[in-house]
């Protein structure tokens, strides 16, 4: 059942070139520039008119709707709010009948997921539901929605669904693009184009394997660790955090790479692992000054850069390359290595890496 491999979850990150292409497979038509979702197409006036989209979501979810609200604003041009469900529900929160909810879980059963979308309903909003498992009760709940054809998930950290969200995410974003006139036909293509060479490009990171198994060796024991990415990487920081966090049981942290000089810099010793997310589109400069801070105070640092990187490399204890893409599918790649790092890491401490402790698959209670 685990396919040849150790763990559910190394079955599962081997599984996203795959999970990928049938999330997108018979939606998105490459050659002719179409992506079709009967979800979308059949409510279209009303996804794309909305004066803003809520995105209620917990955990890993939460992260792909931090991704998304980079996409939805950048591509389409709407005020997106992300939230913690948990937080939203008992917020008595402002909600518009002109507002569009999107409720994205991967297990579709998440309790306060569910109370989030039951009183956006209450309000007269229209709920999206992005969800993994078909027939869950947060799809049947939703007024129409998109599912990510991920195939069973079964470890309790969450890999290949993010990957997939972020998928359906992003089609839906270029749909609204299109249909709201705020991406051109040429860039709308292209988009499409580069999303299908993502599956590819997810082998090719895979194959650095070895390697990352190799760093996981040297920062194993470490009792923090950071994560720092900025715009489109910086849901990815958190998502790294999280992943090591759940698996290992190392305290880890995510922070837009920024906000260091706030407050956490004073963390940085020469025992400090920081895995900073450093590609060439996004903010690059500005990262490689980040890097050159924790660098002057003796952090240890492991960046995650564009192939043929070589500023980053100068400065780091270690890199892992990941193929060039369009700046929004970066997190795609990005990803990829940090649930390796902490899958290795985990395996390495000896700890049930498919059932953390006091963790359960889906949290069906609040
Ligand atoms: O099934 P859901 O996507 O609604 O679950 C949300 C979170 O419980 C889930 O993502 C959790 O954070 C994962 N264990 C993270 O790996």
Redesign the pocket.
Known sequence: EKGGYEHFMLKEIYEQPNAIIDTYRGRMLVNEGIVRMAGVDDNIERLANAKRILIV??????HAGLVAEYIFEDFARIPVEVEYASEFRYRNPIIYENDVVIA???????AD?MAAIKLAKEKGAFVFGVC?VVGSS?SRESHAGAYTHAGPEIG???TK?FTTQITVLTMIALKLAKHRGTISDSDFRYHLQELDRIPAKISKVLEANDHIKLIADKYKEAPNCLYLGRGYNFPVALEGA??LK?ISYIHAEGYPAAEMKHGPIALIDEQMPVVVIATKKGHYEKVVSNIQEIKSRKGKIIGIVTEGDEAVRDLADYVIEIPETIESLTPLLTTIPLQLLSYHIAVMLGKNVDQPRN?A???TVE
Do not use: F, H, P
């Open positions: 979501a917990c955990g890993t979810s939460w994205i879980s991967q297990s579709g059963e998440t997921t993994n947060i309790v950290a969450s669904a999280l992943k759940e963790l698959k889906s949290v």
